[in-house]
């Protein structure tokens, strides 16, 4: 794996080989970050401290995208090393506060063009997301509230950026699957299952003419489930608001009912929303996944890729 760095001009910089990284892909929420450890010498014309972006190739291959967050040289008597660390481009929208604002009708391209395109991100589209009547921005949200809450609970699509550092607005694919069978080389490997906190039902309330819609996970009803939350929506909310509010609860809630996480000693084994099939020897946690999250990394112990796997 090599780094390279950019500073605000555009000059562009190859770091020297890491002695060791890290980096943490998500599948949209929290933001992908990286850290890495090289070797450093001074008056190189290079300085740390101004750049503002960092890239990362594997193989040929762009592994990650972002901003520099924090930069320190550490100088001893074995000579001198550079630690970089930072997050994805989600870190532009993360850190930036949205204007409040009421739209009468909001459409996908109205987001983007207030939202996003001024942070100068590029955007990989594969969805039609509805317009959203009424649609508001409260005062003190990021940018990145404003698109999460646009594209997940009103269009059903989770936005997360790619390795490129694109915005992607898509539903994942379902192409590639990494297939680990009784011989796969996965050095540790936990199950685990929790009902706490897990929603079987959302009663959403209108404020002013207190219509009650009912959003139930029925498969965790068939399973003895019983956790009912209230949700009481502005005054005169649509029927399709309701219905949207309901049904996004029910679903992060979901994220926490069945995880597994497993380890293998390699770097890059697989990104989230990847399908992950499992066939361990002794049959624990068989079935279809999707990759959550992937921390890969280098270490005195080699490479490795760790994985947390929900349902797919």
């Keep these: 794996m090599r780094g390279y760095v950019t500073d605000a001009a555009g000059r562009q910089w190859l770091l020297p080989q890491p002695t060791a990284w890290r980096m943490e892909y998500t599948a949209?929420?929290?933001?992908?970050?990286?850290?890495?450890?090289?070797?450093?010498?001074?008056?190189?014309?290079a300085k740390p401290g101004d750049w503002p972006r960092f890239w990362a190739e594997h193989e040929g291959e762009r592994v990650f995208t972002g901003v520099v967050d924090e930069c320190q040289v550490e100088q001893s008597g074995g000579g001198s090393v550079l630690e970089l660390s930072g997050r994805g481009m989600a870190a532009l929208l993360l850190d930036n506060e949205a204007l409040g604002a009421d739209y009468q009708v909001a459409t996908v391209e109205d987001i983007l063009r207030d939202h996003v395109a001024p942070y100068g991100i590029e955007t990989v589209r594969g969805a039609e997301l509805p317009p959203v009547p009424g649609f508001s921005v409260d005062a003190g949200s990021s940018e990145w509230q404003v698109v999460y809450e646009f594209c997940r609970y009103y269009g059903g699509i989770a936005p997360r950026f790619d390795r490129l550092g694109r915005l992607v607005l898509a539903p994942w694919e379902e192409g590639r699957r990494l297939v680990l069978g009784a011989d796969a080389a996965v050095t540790s490997f936990r199950l685990r299952e929790q009902r706490y906190g897990v929603l079987s039902e959302v009663l959403v309330r209108d404020r002013t003419t207190e219509e009650v819609q009912r959003v139930a996970d029925e498969d965790f009803?068939?399973?003895?489930?019983?956790?009912?939350?209230?949700l009481t929506m502005p005054g005169k909310s649509s029927y399709q608001a309701m219905r949207y509010s309901g049904a996004y609860q029910l679903a992060r809630a979901r994220e926490e009912l069945r995880q597994a996480e497993l380890e293998l000693p390699e770097a890059f084994a697989a990104w989230p929303g990847e399908l992950v099939e499992l066939n361990l020897a002794k049959g624990t946690g068989r079935g279809l996944w999707r990759v959550r999250e992937s921390v890969c990394g280098l270490t005195a112990a080699g490479t490795y890729t760790r994985l947390t796997l929900g349902e797919p």
Excluded at 28 to 45: H, V
Excluded at 222 to 229: D, E, L, S
């Design 28 to 45: 949209g929420t929290p933001c992908d970050s990286f850290w890495m450890r090289c070797p450093w010498e001074a008056g190189s014309g």
């Design 221 to 230: 009803l068939r399973r003895g489930g019983r956790c009912r939350r209230v």
